[in-house]
């Protein structure tokens, strides 16, 4: 693949998947909790006081995340993101980025609801982190607390990103989720306020993870009526990606004053170029987000195999991949019984 941003140093086997596409990017979800009950991610009629999360000796420890991170990176796993649930909250975060960071040739990030990163900014970049991601869906608390169901202020989430550009993490992306109907009266209101500030905000289209969020297409604010949005305000066009592959579709003000992002997965999926695979708390590897079952490499690790066991393992699922949800999904694929967002990690 003809690809700039391709920097693998893998010495294993190089592996490509049913539909031709690489292995290139690593999920890792770090906890299935979350002190946030997003109502697209969380819902409280779900995720109440009864859940029942995992168990700490059954999520991998940061040992046996390192050891799987580096057989990985030898498949050409360029890039690690930390994710969860809320990744902030597993105690110590700061010592496993320090051993990922390590790890030659790899791009290792992290995504956050930003809710304790005005205390950890500095911590996670002397640990070696080099960019972050902070979700944020609304600057209006009234929004932000109805979207977010724990009554958590946005300014806080503003300091979090203010720490974390000053700690040297940028440049720091924002991700809002749109929702109708919820927050897509803030989208102008975020573009205006993060417009000349360096930080880059994605919009990201309302998706149908998990199955306990009741999603439906009529919830969905598309890209396209988004762009339409800000547009109307300050006029955008449209930018090359940075690789192929890249997620985000970039935006660019006329007026030269920054980019966005919008993310259309439902609306434009991008299957084709997908290279990522989860792997998820308690150890299963998922190589869909909107996947039902996942792959066991926790028992794996525990049975005592040594590291070629697992490379092939490895390459025995990603061989098998034929994934393309969002290229697929119907009225009856939205009902599938699908892993839940902060267990597989988003
Ligand atoms: N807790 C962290 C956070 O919120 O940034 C990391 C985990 S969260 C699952 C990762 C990303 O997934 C967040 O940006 C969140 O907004 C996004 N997300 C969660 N549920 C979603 C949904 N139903 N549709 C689209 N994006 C979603
Ligand atoms: Fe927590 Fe992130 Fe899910 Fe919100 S989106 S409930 S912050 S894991
Ligand atoms: Fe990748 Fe699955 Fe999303 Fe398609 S639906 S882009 S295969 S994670």
Redesign the pocket.
């Known amino acids: 693949m003809n690809d700039p941003a391709h920097k693998s140093v893998a010495s294993g086997p190089l592996v490509s998947d049913q539909l031709g596409r690489p292995l290139r990017d690593l999920r890792i979800s770090v906890t299935d909790r979350?002190?946030?009950?997003?109502v697209?991610?969380?819902p409280k009629e779900v995720f109440g006081k009864d859940y029942q999360f995992l168990e700490h000796r059954e999520l991998l420890s940061f040992e046996e995340i390192t050891r799987l991170a580096r057989v990985f990176a030898q498949h050409g796993i360029e890039k690690i993101r930390l994710t969860?649930?809320?990744p902030l909250i597993r105690r110590k975060i700061e010592n496993l980025i320090e051993v990922l960071a390590a790890i030659p040739g790899l791009d290792l990030t992290l995504?956050t609801?930003g809710s304790l990163l005005a205390k950890k900014a500095q911590a996670l970049k002397a640990a070696g982190l080099k960019r972050i991601t902070v979700?944020l869906d609304s600057l209006d608390d009234a929004v932000f607390m109805k979207m977010?169901d724990v009554d958590f202020p946005v300014a806080r989430v503003l300091e979090g990103i203010d720490a974390a550009a000053a700690a040297g993490l940028a440049p720091v992306k924002i991700n809002m989720?749109v929702k109708r109907g919820v927050n897509d009266q803030s989208i102008t209101a975020m573009a205006r306020h993060f417009r000349g500030s360096g930080h880059i905000l994605r919009f990201i289209e309302y998706m149908d993870v998990g199955h306990t969020n009741g999603w439906r297409m009529d919830d969905v604010v598309t890209a396209r009526e988004i762009i339409d949005m800000i547009s109307a305000e300050a006029p955008l066009t449209p930018a090359d990606p940075h690789y192929r592959g890249e997620v985000a579709q970039r935006w660019r003000y006329l007026d030269g004053s920054g980019e966005i992002g919008v993310i259309a997965s439902v609306t434009q999926a991008f299957c084709r170029d997908c290279t990522r695979a989860r792997l998820s708390t308690e150890g299963k590897l998922f190589t869909c987000l909107f996947a039902t079952e996942g792959h066991d490499f926790k028992s794996l690790l525990r049975s005592g195999a040594d590291d070629a066991a697992i490379s092939q393992q490895i390459t025995r699922v990603w061989r098998a991949r034929n994934d393309r949800y969002s290229e697929i999904r119907t009225a009856a694929t939205v009902k599938l019984n699908k892993v839940e967002?902060?267990y597989i990690g988003?």
Do not use: A, D, I, Q
Not at 34 to 38: G, K
């Open positions: 979350c002190n946030f009950r997003c697209y991610c969380m969860g649930g809320e995504t609801n979700s977010n989720v967002m902060s988003g």
